[in-house]
T-cell receptor
C-alpha cells in the first residue's frame, strides 16, 4: 500500500515569505507527527496529532509555526514570515496506534530560506 | 527532560560486526527504538525494545538495559548498503508517544 507522502519535496523561499508543507499519512493511521531535521542532526519533534486534535504542540519553535489536520488524514504545517534558521528537512510520520513502537516516515520536504 | 548520546561516527569492514551504543537520560519512557536513514532518505524503523533484553531481527539485533540507561544496535555480516546513519530514539512517557531522537551515528562500511 501507499506510504506517507509529503509535498513539495523541495521548497526554496525568500526570507519573510509564508510556506505550507503537506503530509498525507498512511490511510487509517490516527497518530501523525511532524519533525524537523537540520543537516547532520537528529530529528526534532514539532507537533503531534491524534485524529484532528493536537494535544502536544510543545515542539513548535515559535508562534510563526502552526499546523492543522483535517478529516483525520492530511496535515499541513505552515511557517509564517520564514527565517533562514527555518531551513531544514521537515519530516512527517504516522503511526497506526499509540502503543506501537514504530512510526512510518515520509520522504520529507527540504526547505531552504534564502 | 530527555537526552540521548551516540557516537557520531563508526567505521567497519564489510562482513564484520559492529555495535552502536546509545546512552540516555530520561525521566521515563515506554521503549527504545532504532531507525536507519540513508543520505537524502526517510528514517526507516529497525527495531523497538519495550523490555530489557535482546531483540533479534535478521542481521540486526537491539538490546536495552533500563537499569544501566543503555542500549545498543548490533549489525552482523555488514554489507556496503548498511552505510547510513542510525538513530536511537526513546518513546516518551506522555500522552503523545512522541520520539526523542539521538543525534545519530554515521556508519561507514568499507570493502
Amino acid at each position: 500500500g501507499a506510504g506517507v507522502s509529503q509535498s513539495p519535496s523541495n521548497k526554496v523561499t525568500e526570507k519573510g515569505k509564508d510556506v505550507e508543507l503537506r503530509c498525507d499519512p498512511i490511510s487509517g493511521h490516527t497518530a501523525l507527527y511532524w519533525y524537523r531535521q537540520s543537516l547532520g542532526q537528529g530529528l526534532e519533534f514539532l507537533i503531534y496529532f491524534q485524529g484532528n486534535s493536537a494535544p502536544d504542540k510543545s515542539g513548535l519553535p515559535s508562534d510563526r509555526f502552526s499546523a492543522e489536520r483535517t478529516g483525520g488524514s492530511v496535515s499541513t504545517l505552515t511557517i509564517q514570515r520564514t527565517q533562514q534558521e527555518d531551513s531544514a528537512v521537515y519530516l512527517c510520520a504516522s503511526s497506526p496506534e499509540l502503543a506501537s513502537g514504530e512510526q512510518y516516515f515520509g520522504p520529507g520536504t527540504r526547505l531552504t530560506v534564502t | 527532560g530527555q537526552s540521548l548520546e551516540q557516537p557520531s561516527e563508526v567505521t567497519a569492514v564489510e562482513g564484520a560486526i559492529v555495535q552502536i551504543n546509545c546512552t540516555y537520560q530520561t525521566s521515563g519512557f515506554y521503549g527504545l527504538s532504532w531507525y536507519q536513514q540513508h543520505d537524502g532518505g526517510a528514517p526507516t524503523f529497525l527495531s523497538y525494545n519495550a523490555l530489557d533484553g535482546l531483540e533479534e531481527t535478521g542481521r540486526f539485533s537491539s538490546f536495552l538495559s533500563r537499569s544501566d540507561s543503555y542500549g545498543y544496535l548490533l549489525l552482523q555480516e555488514l554489507q556496503m548498503k548498511d552505510s547510513a546513519s542510525y538513530f536511537c530514539a526513546v518513546r516518551v512517557m506522555d500522552s503523545s508517544y512522541k520520539l526523542i531522537f539521538g543525534s545519530g551515528t554515521r556508519l561507514l562500511v568499507r570493502p
